[in-house]
DNA sequence: AGCATATTTGTAATTTAATTACAATAAGTC
DNA sequence: GACTTATTGTAATTAAATTACAAATATGCT
């Protein structure tokens, strides 16, 4: 656990002396790590036996130790206390603010995911006859995207972000296809409807979903991502970008189960794309 | 910089017991961070001085300094080695590198954007009668994502990934629009054509795309993010990923503007797509 | 209130760890 | 093969952290 929250949480259980030091280490953590025990017991106004106690009392084996942990809570770009945007923030603030919150995201999810659904939704994609991405709102673009990534494969593959589109294509479905349901929420009543007419018609159905929601029960196999929900109103930007992370894996896993004679192939389609570009030759740096 | 990857860098600079001393902490930095450094030079099969000497050589006060910047390289989430995808990876290895290697690519973007161009391109935003968001191939998704979030606004706002239609709009604006144009290598030449057309028709050009690329030069104002190419034949994920993360900041910077009464009205449109849901209570966890 | 106990805090001694200075060895050069 | 330079290790020094103990402060009880 973060030493800076932990801290936090245990004020109530520190002398008065002991809340000194944390109050010097909260004001000042970048500098507490490059201090000696006894420069910090001299900010702090106490001696150098009492800053040690601290870090006994937070379960550090003594003053480097806890230092080491110090330096490693505060490497994680310190998004210890309240990283949400706040009213009052300006552009530095909410900018580092959302990076932050986003990463945190996705090493919340990286940690959440299982690997062993991964692997078998990757099984299933590789052989599908036809892959569709269906996705509605904001989880649109993310459908939009995979699309976009196994197009390269040469599979045959759609997209669609339309409800008709979407149901006649589940309607014509038919065993050996997959169809991959986005959603963020899992709630969304027009989607958990086109997964069921896809599983009646036999496709396999994966649902890039919140776990245990109405979409996940209509599955065949469920990816949930795991995302600390983002409170603001704005929008689930942090799921959404799991999810395009997610979708990132699976083509990942794609190609390397088709093996080295089907990268060369994608650096075709990658090659022809040269035609539309200019060349770096051409704008010099 | 991480100190891991400087390990690995530097190790060309290094004699011949540096390296064992490179050698023994790249397999168990988790322990190197625990061991004295009598400890670390016994394993290494080195003297004291010799350990002292490679963290100098590092550019560190010493080694408890090298200690907690090795701390600091471990708290990430250890993407430090090699976080690229090999042939041989099984799902655990590829998720976990896909994972990390996306962490630090924004880890690297939020250093490297212009916090600046960021507040002035809020600002054109904010003013805007119409705002356009245009993106060929990978970059359409994002502009799909970026029309989604501004659409909720209640903002005048299209996206187009058709050429033709790009086209029809940018040669239809005038002053008081903005063109936001993205393209990850700014090198496509459609794309170029169009950022140059809305300028002649006095429309304002923000360009999410490359520093110093092609599109740049035709941009008004040019958010460029640096991200650390991925090198893989697959696609560029990162930079997508960076790309979505700037629009949210760009948006939240719109409302955090537009102040609270705003903000009211964004909770509405959130509303609205209640009756398109499943309640919670229908299904109850 | 006053005594006794428990807790907190600091001083000084001790121990441990890290660094420096210097010597020896190994590598490279003419 | 002798000379020079770079590398490595030994031993001494210095700095830092911890421990043991004593003083001070706070707490509880009659």
């Known amino acids: 656990m973060n030493v800076l929250e932990k801290i936090v949480n245990s004020v109530a259980n520190f002398s008065k002396s002991e809340r000194k030091v944390a109050e010097v280490i909260l004001a000042n953590p970048q500098t507490t790590i490059h201090s000696s025990i006894a420069a910090l017991a001299k900010m702090a106004d106490v001696s150098e036996p009492t800053v040690n106690r601290f870090c006994r009392r937070l379960d550090t084996k003594g003053f480097p130790d806890f230092k080491l ?8 770009g310190t998004p210890y206390v309240n990283r949400h945007v706040e009213e009052e923030d300006g552009p530095e603030a909410y900018t580092a603010k959302i990076f932050e919150s986003t990463m945190a995201a996705l090493d919340s999810a990286r940690h959440n995911v299982d690997i062993n659904t991964i692997n078998r939704a ?7 006859k036809k892959i569709s991405f269906f996705g509605l709102g904001a989880s649109a673009s993310v459908a939009h995207d995979a699309q976009n990534k196994f ?7 759609v997209c669609f972000d339309d409800i008709v589109m979407q149901r006649m294509s589940a309607i014509n479905s038919a065993e050996g296809d997959v169809v991959v349901c986005i959603s963020h929420t899992g709630r969304t009543k027009n989607l958990c ?3 069921a007419i896809a599983r009646e018609n036999d496709a396999t159905v994966i649902g890039i979903t919140a776990y245990d929601s109405p979409l996940a029960r209509e599955c065949t196999l469920v990816l949930s991502l795991d995302v600390p929900e983002d409170t603001d109103m704005y929008m689930p930007m942090a799921s959404r970008v799991a999810q395009l992370v997610l979708i990132d894996i699976l ?3 794609f190609t390397l189960r088709r093996g080295s004679k089907f990268r060369e192939n994608l650096k075709k389609v990658k090659d ?6 200019f060349e770096k030759k051409d704008f010099p740096a």
Do not use: Y
């Not at 942990?69 to 994680?76: G, T, V």
């Not at 990757?122 to 599908?128: E, G, H, I, P, S």
């Not at 197009?151 to 593959?157: A, G, H, L, T």
């Open 272 to 277: 022809s794309l040269r035609g539309s570009r």
């Open 151 to 157: 197009f390269r494969f040469n599979v045959p593959v």
């Open 122 to 128: 990757v099984d299933v994609l590789t052989q599908a």
């Open 251 to 253: 083509a990942t896993g």
């Open 69 to 76: 942990h110090l330096a490693q809570s505060l490497a994680n």
């Open 193 to 195: 409807d086109i997964a």
